[in-house]
C-alpha cells in the first residue's frame, strides 16, 4: 500500500532487484541510471533492440509486483 515508510520501500526494491538476473540489472542501470536508449545497450552487447526492451519491460513488471 501507499503507507509503508521508505525503509520499508528501499528493502522491497533491494529484494525486488535481487529476483532479477544479473543481465536485468545491468540493463535497467543503463536504461535508468545512465540514461541510454535500447538501441545503445543493443548496441553494446550486440543484441536487438527488442531483447533489450523486453528484457527491461519485463524486469520492470517484476519489480512493480513486489510493491502490489
Known amino acids: 500500500g501507499s503507507e509503508m515508510c521508505i525503509r520499508d520501500r528501499i528493502e522491497t526494491l533491494q529484494k525486488a532487484m535481487q529476483s532479477l538476473t544479473p543481465v536485468q540489472r545491468e540493463r535497467l542501470h543503463f ?32 519489480i512493480k509486483k513486489f510493491f502490489d
Request: charged content about 30%; overall charge positive.
Open 31 to 62: 536504461y535508468f541510471f545512465e540514461g541510454m536508449t535500447y538501441r545503445q545497450i543493443a548496441a553494446k552487447e550486440g543484441v536487438g533492440e527488442k531483447n533489450i526492451r523486453e528484457s527491461i519491460n519485463g524486469a520492470v513488471k517484476k
